[in-house]
């Protein structure tokens, strides 16, 4: 199996068709799709695709297997109490165990974790893992959200295979543990938000994994998704990620699945 490289009245609609060729050259996309048996990667964007940019809620990978490994999480399933504040999603306001946290992307629970786990831990999981640039300096419980810590898709990319190939520097059933974390139900992704439709229209019966990510820095949003479809006795691995002035929340997923759908297996 191969993937392809692929008057006032007109015063006024002027202005609008001008601001829309400004928004969209504004925006910037990076796709790519690897079947994990050594290929080399569908790349939308050389250039696009090796540029750092925060991880936002994607770190949920790396910060789940940092959790189980330095054991501050045991029990994958094992639910923590919700304290009662009010958050901006209703998923969020109950308990959550590290599974549930990742498929509703609760904040909180992530955020409670990173400061369980601390700065030098953190830091040399890190480093062991090979994640983005390992290393930050900002608050311990959002230097994914702001930018302190940055990683490209590329190297997005390169820690999911090793993830999904059971290849990182950690034990088999942590990693086990994230791998089933971030399975999303058939025909669909969940997020803070809630489920959205998310289908490729691959052939055959799919199994996808995926963890989408959103934040805002400096006046730039990045939408991302990463993720992994499990079909025909092959796993093949696909990350997104958009960023622009104003996006939707679903952009990063929306790319992933034009672009999943474009390179369907023949």
């Avoid at 790349?43 to 994607?58: G, I, L, N, Y």
């Avoid at 990319?157 to 058939?186: I, T």
Wanted: charged letters at 20%.
């Amino acid at each position: 199996m191969s993937f392809p490289r692929l008057g006032a009245a007109c015063l006024l609609a002027t202005v609008a068709l001008g601001s829309l060729a400004r928004a969209a050259s504004d925006t910037h996309e990076c796709a790519l799709i690897q079947i994990l048996d050594g290929s080399a990667p569908f790349v939308s964007d050389a250039a696009e695709c090796a540029v750092k940019t925060a991880p936002a809620s994607t770190f949920k990978l790396p910060h789940a297997l940092i959790a189980l490994e330095t054991g501050v999480v045991t029990d994958p399933l094992a639910l923590v109490p919700w304290d009662g504040s009010k958050y901006p999603f209703p998923a969020w306001e109950k308990p959550h165990s590290l599974d549930s946290a990742m498929k509703s992307s609760v904040l909180w629970f992530y955020q409670r974790t990173a400061g369980l786990i601390g700065r030098e831990r953190m830091l040399a999981s890190l480093k062991r893992l090979g994640y983005g640039t390992d290393s930050y300096e900002g608050e311990q419980t959002s230097f994914w959200l702001t930018g302190d810590l940055a990683v490209s898709p590329l190297e997005q990319l390169d820690f999911l295979s090793r993830l999904v190939g059971g290849k990182l520097p950690a034990k088999e059933r942590n990693m086990d543990a994230v791998k089933a974390a971030f399975l999303m139900p058939q025909g669909a992704i969940t997020n803070a938000s809630g489920t959205h439709a998310f289908a490729p229209t691959w052939p055959g019966p799919l199994v996808v994994h995926a963890k989408t990510g959103n934040t805002t820095v400096a006046r730039e949003s990045v939408s991302w998704i990463v993720g992994y479809v499990d079909a025909n006795a092959r796993s093949t691995a696909f990350v997104a990620r958009v960023r622009g002035g104003d996006l939707s929340m679903q952009a990063g997923a929306d790319l992933a699945l034009r672009t999943l759908n474009a390179h369907r297996p023949r």
